[in-house]
């Protein structure tokens, strides 16, 4: 789910739930330590991921498309509703097209506040973590008017231990979504803005890889790359279309059956049009020159991926692990974690109200 539907309250403090599960930035949260397809790219200087909505956006692209059509729809209704006679416009009548004109304007808002970050604006929106400044830089939307070296709007967050990244719970909703939250505050623990990082995970059950996930940046942010285990994949920064489809048939499931995917491939086809029309109508993110230059990769960075032969993508990448080429969950165990040494009890204990004690 869009991180746009869990919005936060400019003004209020941070939700109780979320302060209760902070993320430290200078120790472990769980025993394992791995990416869960959240890159587009690596080196000693800096890590691009994705924002929380990027893997889902057709779903968000297919509600903004629905929106669009039924304010279309119902403003055609009420068209033909004022071209009917004076004399033959009831009481009924009038409250019809008083329904339809709330429909109207429910649809245009919905159309309005979610489009316009999906359609006409940018192709992904990544998040830098940058090691050299120890500080998250996100691109947040897209400046149509931007001066020389301006970039699109951009925001900064510190890497540090007073630095306020939680795990937030999608409230009112089935499927316990969870995703990874910074929040900025002000004097008075107000939140002044936020924004989502990664990716999101469904259910309680799955709480254990956001831990894992949470620990690979830690680990890159404070350490380097050196110890990494390889990411899963690296997503395109120029996506095209047989990727567009891919991310639409795995939303379905990774593993599932061939028989099932038949079954729901107008699903998919359609999904994917969604998605397609959002990249079709979008540009790619253009960073502010300060950004850049903080951003230098040295030409021998031993650590600069994707390069070479790595595949890149969901296509590449797949073919990549059949041939045995490419690990298919790369991870490895934090070293002296003296928590709950199973990965999915620690999920089941950060799950809970109240998370556990660190070590």
């Not at 699903?267 to 969604?274: H, V």
């Not at 991926?305 to 993508?313: A, C, F, K, M």
């Not at 991870?331 to 999915?344: F, I, L, Q």
Request: hydrophobic letters at 40%; a neutral charge; one cysteine or more.
């Amino acid at each position: 789910m869009d991180e746009r539907i869990y919005s936060y309250k400019v003004g209020r403090p941070i939700l109780a739930w979320d302060l209760r599960h902070r993320l430290p930035t200078d120790k472990p949260v769980g025993p394992e330590c791995k990416d869960t397809a959240t890159i587009f790219r690596i080196n000693s200087t800096f890590m691009d991921v994705t924002d929380q909505p990027y893997m889902q956006r057709q779903w968000t692209g297919g509600g903004v498309a629905t929106a669009c059509l039924g304010a279309g729809a119902f403003l055609g209704l009420g068209q033909h509703i004022l071209s009917r006679p004076p004399d033959e416009i009831s009481t009924i009548i009038i409250l019809i097209y008083l329904l339809v004109a709330g429909s109207i304007l429910g649809f245009g808002y919905v159309a309005v506040k979610f489009g316009r970050d999906e359609f006409f604006a940018l192709t992904r929106r990544p998040i830098r973590f940058n090691r050299k400044e120890q500080k998250l830089y996100t691109i947040r939307r897209r400046r149509f008017f931007a001066k020389a070296d301006e970039g699109d709007v951009t925001w900064e967050a510190p890497w540090n231990a007073q630095s306020i990244f939680c795990i937030h719970k999608g409230e009112g909703t089935t499927g316990d979504p969870f995703h990874i939250r910074h929040y900025t505050v002000d004097d008075q623990g107000n939140v002044v803005r936020a924004f989502s990082i990664g990716r999101e995970w469904q259910g309680k059950g799955n709480l254990q890889g956001l831990l894992s996930q949470w620990n690979f940046w830690c680990e890159y942010m404070n350490k380097g790359p050196a110890d990494l285990p390889k990411p899963p994949l690296f997503f395109s920064e120029r996506e095209n279309m047989r990727e567009t489809f891919l991310f639409c048939l795995y939303d379905f499931g990774l593993t599932a059956s061939s028989g099932f995917r038949i079954a729901v491939m107008p699903f998919i086809l359609l999904w994917t049009s969604f998605r397609l029309i959002a990249q079709w109508t979008c540009r790619a993110p253009v960073w502010p020159a300060t950004v850049e230059a903080v951003s230098a990769i040295a030409p021998d960075d031993a650590f600069l991926q994707p390069r070479g032969d790595t595949p890149v993508g969901w296509a590449e990448t797949a073919l990549a692990s059949e041939r045995h080429d490419w690990p298919f969950d790369p991870k490895k165990d934090v070293a002296n974690w003296h928590g709950e040494k199973d990965r999915e009890k620690n999920g089941s204990l950060w799950a809970a109200d109240i998370p556990p004690k660190l070590p």
